[in-house]
C-alpha cells in the first residue's frame, strides 16, 4: 500500500500563534489531498480538498482564511491553521491519492492542542 | 447532508465472539470502505468494497456491499484483544472521487 506520513504528530501552540502541518505522500505522486478534523469521540469530518498546483476547496462552514492550505508539489501538502485558538484543538489527518487508485490513503494524524 | 449511521455506537465482547456491525446511508454508494481507527491514529484501511452484493474478506474480517447500495456490514470472526478500536464505514457520496464521508463509528471493545 502507498504511505502518507504527517508532521508534527503532536504540537501545542499559544493562542494568536499560527501552526503548519505536513502531509507528505512517501511513495507515490499524489494529485489530490484531503484534510480532514477530528474531535474527540467522534467522526472524521472533512474540511477541505487540495489539488497540486491549484487552489484548494473547502467544504462548507470551513473558513478558508484561518485554514490555508498548500499543495505546491506532488508530494507535499501543508495545513497551516492561523490565529489559533483553543477550539481549534483537534485530530487533523490527512489523505493522499492518486489519478487510477482505487482509494486514498491516510496519515497518522496530527494532535494539535491551543493553549 | 449525507449521513452514514453505524450500528452499534459501541460493544463490548468476550474474547473470541464474533462481532457483527452495519453502516446505513439515506443514498446510493457506490463504493463502501471500512477503517480501524486506533486511538492517537489516523485510519486504516481494512476493506474496500465496489460493487453492490459484494463479499469480501480480509483475514477474519468479512464485509458485504449490501444490495441496495444503502448499506454495508462488517464483521469480525473470533475476537481477539487487538481488535480494540474504532471502526468506520466511508465512502465517497459522489462516483469517481476520493472525497470521503465517514460514518458515526462503532467502538469495540474486547474482554480477554
Known amino acids: 500500500g502507498a504511505v502518507v506520513s504527517q508532521h508534527p504528530s503532536r504540537v501545542i501552540c499559544k493562542s494568536g500563534t499560527s501552526v503548519k502541518i505536513e502531509c507528505r505522500s512517501l511513495d507515490f505522486q499524489a494529485t489530490t489531498m484531503f484534510w480532514y478534523r477530528q474531535f474527540p469521540k467522534q467522526s472524521l469530518m472533512l474540511m477541505a480538498t487540495?489539488?497540486?498546483?491549484?487552489?484548494?476547496?473547502?467544504e462548507q462552514g470551513v473558513e478558508k482564511d484561518k485554514f490555508l492550505i498548500n499543495h505546491a508539489s506532488l508530494t507535499l501538502s501543508t495545513l497551516t491553521v492561523t490565529s489559533a485558538h483553543p477550539e481549534d484543538s483537534s485530530f487533523y489527518i490527512c489523505?493522499?491519492?492518486?489519478?487510477?487508485?482505487?482509494?486514498?490513503?491516510f496519515g497518522q494524524g496530527t494532535r494539535l492542542t491551543v493553549v | 447532508g449525507q449521513q452514514l449511521n453505524q450500528s452499534p455506537q459501541s460493544m463490548f465482547i468476550q474474547e473470541g465472539e464474533d462481532v457483527s456491525m452495519n453502516c446505513t446511508s439515506s443514498s446510493i454508494f457506490n463504493t463502501w470502505l471500512w477503517y480501524k481507527q486506533d486511538p492517537g491514529e489516523g485510519p486504516v484501511l481494512l476493506i474496500a468494497?465496489?460493487?453492490?452484493?459484494e463479499l469480501t474478506s480480509n483475514g477474519r474480517l468479512t464485509a458485504q456491499f449490501g444490495i441496495t447500495r444503502k448499506d454495508s456490514f462488517l464483521n469480525i470472526s473470533a475476537s481477539i484483544p487487538s481488535d480494540v478500536g474504532i471502526y468506520f464505514c466511508?465512502?465517497?457520496?459522489?462516483?469517481?472521487?476520493?472525497?470521503?464521508?465517514f460514518g458515526t463509528g462503532t467502538r469495540l471493545k474486547v474482554l480477554a
Open positions: 489523505s493522499a491519492t492518486s489519478a487510477g487508485r482505487t482509494e486514498a490513503f
Open positions: 468494497l465496489y460493487k453492490a452484493g
Open positions: 487540495s489539488n497540486e498546483g491549484s487552489k484548494a476547496t473547502y
Open positions: 466511508a465512502g465517497p457520496p459522489t462516483s469517481g472521487t476520493y472525497k470521503y464521508i
